[in-house]
């Protein structure tokens, strides 16, 4: 049944989307000027090089933005791809709350959580029947 909940599908999608706008952008930073924007010194828990975390960025961006896509759509395997990407996203995140940006991976963070909760509670509100 259609009901006012599928709003916050919606926009858990749109999240989804946005974060991995931000995700591939954060990635294209890292990979091409990674010291001069974090410095040398950062400290985060898992050091991989700029590049590496760069490249990582960029594929999980591409997941959650299709992720956000399908779950807007109310494919079934959308709502399982978004908690997935959600999920890595925060997970990837975590990982450099000790950096440069702390406060951005934290935020991500709290995005992600939001998403993974609209769609646990509510996913099945957002069927087919009524995705964009």
């Known amino acids: 049944m259609f009901t006012g909940w599928v709003g916050w599908i ?19 930073v890292s990979i091409t000027r990674g010291d001069e924007y974090y410095g040398p010194d950062t400290q985060v828990a898992v050091n991989l090089g700029y590049t590496a975390w760069g490249w990582i960025h960029i594929f999980l961006g591409i997941f959650m933005i299709v992720g956000g896509l399908s779950l807007a759509r109310g494919h079934i395997y959308g709502r ?3 908690v997935l990407a959600a999920c890595a996203s925060a997970i990837g995140n975590v990982a450099g709350l000790g950096g440069a940006n ?3 991976a934290f935020l991500v963070i709290v ?8 769609v646990m509670v509510h ?10």
Request: proline share 0%; glycine share 16%.
């Open 111 to 118: 995005m992600d959580l939001f998403v993974i909760w609209a």
């Open 80 to 82: 399982i791809i978004a």
């Open 10 to 28: 919606w926009f858990a999608a749109f999240l989804l989307i946005l974060g991995g706008i931000f995700q591939i952008i954060h990635g294209i």
């Open 102 to 104: 702390g406060g951005w």
């Open 123 to 132: 996913g099945e509100e957002a069927r087919s029947d009524y995705g964009l």
